[in-house]
Antibody, heavy 122, light 107 residues
């Protein structure tokens, strides 16, 4: 049974960086990708980007380009999302989500992590 | 970017009602569309993928239809566990985009 466990709650000041981890288990990490999705308080879901569990290839939403970096460690089956220059409107729950294939083809997301709350406040 | 627009934004319904949620895309998504159920404090849950395919373990009262730019999620007989917010999401092209959500409330 596939399972994604994320790192704990983070509180950051504006301008700081945060790195959230997502540990995968129950499946072959390199056969899938991972996306990151966030939900700000009272808002809907927003897709941040995607990383291949196999090649490490990435694609980021334009609104996060230059501010976010996604990486993965295939030996430990852990994916990371680092966001820099945090602003108060980055306050949100951040989810990692498994993607059904390792390439940019038409794969949907299925298994969601439990979410990491990131609060950005001075 | 492909804009996804759901209607209605809020829906009040009773147990046993048939519920239909519509999702319109600003561009053709073929059938690369998924539906998720989201409850407060929990992770979203995949219901439907490729517009019509039911995810394993999801009750058969949920169904999806549509292609191109218009898609529908139907719940044939609303159950107490179904009160939640529902999102459509296209994965035809980057950036992947979600609808704004439809909250299903108790009437």
């Amino acid at each position: 049974q596939a399972h994604l466990v994320q790192s704990g709650t983070e509180v950051k000041k504006p301008g700081a960086s945060v790195k959230v981890s997502c540990t995968a288990s129950g499946y072959t990490f390199t056969n899938y990708g991972l996306s990151w999705v966030r939900q700000a308080p009272g808002q809907g879901l927003e897709w941040i980007g995607w990383i291949s569990g196999d090649s490490g290839d990435t694609h980021y939403a334009q609104s996060f380009q230059g501010r976010v970096t996604m990486t993965r460690d295939t030996y430990t089956s852990v994916a990371y999302m680092e966001m820099r220059s945090l602003r108060p409107d980055d306050t949100a729950v951040y989810y990692c989500v498994r993607v059904l294939g390792p390439t940019r083809d038409y794969y949907h997301m299925d298994v969601w992590g439990d979410g990491t709350t990131v609060t950005v406040s001075s | 970017d492909i804009q996804m627009t759901q209607s209605p934004s809020t829906l009040s319904a009773s147990i046993g009602d048939r519920v239909t949620i519509t999702c319109r895309a600003s561009q053709n998504c073929i059938t690369w569309l998924a539906w998720y159920q989201h409850k407060p404090g929990k992770a979203p849950n995949l219901l439907i993928y490729k517009a019509t395919d039911l995810e394993g373990g999801v009750p058969s009262r949920f169904s999806g239809s549509g292609s191109g730019t218009e898609f529908t999620l139907t719940i044939t007989s609303l159950q107490p566990d179904d009160f939640a917010t529902y999102y459509c999401q296209q994965y035809y092209t980057y950036p992947w985009t979600f609808g704004q959500g439809t909250k299903v409330e108790i009437k």
